[in-house]
């Protein structure tokens, strides 16, 4: 499906039927996901008797609970799990408490990646820092370096969440100028986080609330991240400068149609649809199977089995003559500008 962009707003424009949310739905979907969370997590705490390994076993599930929490909380986000905005507000700011993640904050930020993705002149704005490969072979040796550790799978899906949800989340860095908003909802979940642990802590220990709680956490961060990078970092992904980018086509083509199986779908509560999320970012998440059952034309737009996702991991560079993504080897190989030294 090559569209052109006026192609592409028409797509776009089919798609508002899908837009209204359903309260009883909504409500349903936020109980068979809260519910058996606070299940599983009392399965694990209980199981610290029969063996940790053991107990280890069912943090799988509580993080899959979690990531799929916190999709519900990223639609909560765009006003689309719910009608009013009151009830999409304050449940995100609840989930946002267990998934250590600022509503308010977080929101701003990710509005901030929909309205640019995809744009070589305004990166960095809620996204995985990518660099162009003439960007990359043109800086120093040491900042190659450091580019080439932010990218390594160990940071990148291992540190690197784990930083994010447990230290940067914590401040409102980035948006020190935002005003008050950023800093209300940082610390406001901050006092929200430390009232939830201090009660849990009390209730069955620091060291189990520790042993049950933090595995969940880090396991849960590290798919959340590698959903967002398989979403857009795929090897036919869309970057444009400025003055040929549009949203339209940066929605469709830079987002990826992750095709996952059915567990997993439920899990990630169906973001893997992503291209479609960006064309129209109010359809609720329960509703874009829908999508691709009626408008069957999207299925194929960059879409990418669980088994080729992993082939991603070593596309780090974007290089704007192949129009494409390529690993540090492919740009190695390519003919450099002169004067630039390979990595």
């Known amino acids: 499906m090559t569209q052109g962009t006026p192609e592409i707003r028409a797509s776009a424009q089919l798609l508002a039927r899908y837009r209204e949310p359903d309260n009883a739905r909504g409500v349903f979907e936020l109980a068979i996901t809260a519910i058996p969370f606070f299940i599983v997590w009392a399965l ?19 993080a899959g609970l979690l990531v799929r929490l916190f999709m519900i909380q990223h639609d909560c986000g765009h006003g689309s799990f719910f009608r009013g905005r009151v009830a999409n507000d304050w449940v995100g700011r609840a989930i946002g408490v267990m998934t250590l993640t600022p509503y308010g904050y977080w929101r701003y930020n990710h509005a901030r990646h929909h309205a640019n993705s995809g744009n070589l002149d305004h990166r960095g704005l809620g996204d995985i820092d990518t660099l162009t490969m003439r960007e990359f072979l043109g800086q120093s040796r040491w900042r190659r370096t450091l580019y080439r550790l932010y990218r390594h799978p160990i940071v990148m899906f291992g540190v690197g969440p784990t930083y994010l949800f447990i230290l940067k989340h914590r401040l409102p860095v980035g948006v020190m100028r935002g005003g008050w908003k950023p800093w209300l909802s940082t610390m406001g979940t901050n006092t929200a986080i430390a009232v939830l642990a201090v009660t849990m802590i009390r209730l069955v220990g620091y060291g189990p609330f520790l042993l049950v709680h933090l595995p969940i956490i880090v396991l849960a961060a590290s798919i959340g991240v590698w959903l967002f990078y398989v979403q857009h970092q795929f090897e036919h992904t869309h970057w444009a400068h400025e003055k040929t980018w549009n949203f339209h086509d940066a929605a469709l083509h830079g987002s990826s149609h992750y095709q996952l199986p059915g567990v997993l779908r439920w899990f990630t509560a169906n ?4 291209h ?33 996702s992993l082939q991603t991991v070593r596309l780090a560079l974007w290089d704007e003559e192949r129009q494409r993504l390529v690993s540090f080897g492919e ?10 030294v390979a990595p």
Do not use: K
Not at 49 to 54: A, K, L, N, R, T
Not at 271 to 274: E, K, S
Not at 331 to 340: F, K, N
């Open 276 to 308: 479609i999320h960006h064309l129209s970012s109010r359809i609720p998440c329960y509703r874009l199977p829908d999508v691709l059952r009626d408008h069957p034309q999207f299925a194929g737009v960059g879409r990418i089995t669980l088994l080729q």
């Open 44 to 62: 694990i705490w209980a199981a610290l008797d029969q063996g940790y390994w053991f107990a280890l076993l069912l943090e799988v599930p509580a």
């Open 331 to 340: 740009a190695r190989a390519s003919q450099r500008p002169a004067g630039i």
């Open 271 to 274: 973001i893997g649809v992503h």
